[in-house]
């Protein structure tokens, strides 16, 4: 089977540094993806690991450990704006699900002043 | 603009109706992808396309069901609607199975009352 986990919800402030945690137990593993997702909006694309070690991108970066399992979104300078869903999702290798992303159910960051 | 283009963006309809949701994807993309994200749920994969063709199928309901046409259009067909299936409903689109990503549509806001 395929588990995704996540925490429900963050708080950080504007200005501060977030560590968004995610874990995965998946058949087949071809990378992970983040997105981003405003309330009733639909997902944007932040990062993408698929091999170990870090990602950076401006103020988002993106951790990788496949033989954990683990990963994590590391938000800086967090802005207003940056509250907001995000989204965990694995990529799967095999077979017909090759290319499928199975998401978490998201972390709910809340940035306040 | 994502390329990826869904309608309608909103359907309110009673139970027992049917409706029929559609999703243009980006140009050049080949697979299509669809997910519901009913309140505080994640987004539930349902159903994988590609040329044509079916590829993969999630967590989809037998009332549910979808085709992708020669131009590369697909439709969601829901069928003997219950209040539960009141979701978004994404479709997303990618240039093939396993290629980096997928990007999203704005999604069709479903209501059924």
């Known amino acids: 089977g395929q588990n995704i986990d996540q925490p429900t919800e963050m708080t950080a402030t504007e200005g501060a540094i977030v560590q968004i945690n995610c874990t995965y137990q998946t058949s087949g593993f071809n990378g992970l993806f983040w997105y981003q997702q405003h309330a009733g909006e639909a997902p944007t694309f932040l990062s993408y690991n698929v091999l170990d070690g870090l990602e950076e991108k401006g103020r988002f970066s993106s951790f990788l450990s496949r033989s954990k399992g683990y990963s994590y979104l590391l938000l800086k300078e967090l802005q207003m704006k940056d509250s907001a869903s995000y989204l965990c999702?694995?990529?799967?290798?095999?077979?017909?699900?090759?290319?499928?992303?199975?998401f978490g159910k998201g972390t709910k960051l809340s940035v306040k002043p | 603009d994502s390329g990826v283009t869904q309608t309608p963006k909103h359907l309110i309809t009673a139970t027992g109706q049917r409706v029929t949701l559609r999703c243009s994807p980006r140009s050049g993309d080949l697979s299509v992808y669809w997910y519901q994200q009913s309140l505080d749920q994640g987004l539930q994969f349902l159903i994988q396309?590609?040329?044509?063709?079916?590829?993969a199928k999630g967590n989809i309901l037998e009332r549910f069901s979808a085709q992708q046409f020669p131009d590369l259009h697909s439709e969601l067909n829901l069928s003997s609607l219950e209040l539960g299936d009141s979701a978004l409903y994404f479709c997303?689109?990618?240039?093939?199975?396993?290629?980096?990503?997928?990007?999203f549509g704005s999604g069709t806001r479903l209501t059924v009352v």
């Open positions: 999702a694995v990529s799967l290798r095999d077979g017909g699900s090759q290319g499928n992303l199975i």
């Open positions: 997303a689109s990618s240039v093939a199975p396993g290629y980096y990503g997928y990007t």
């Open positions: 396309y590609y040329n044509g063709e079916e590829r």
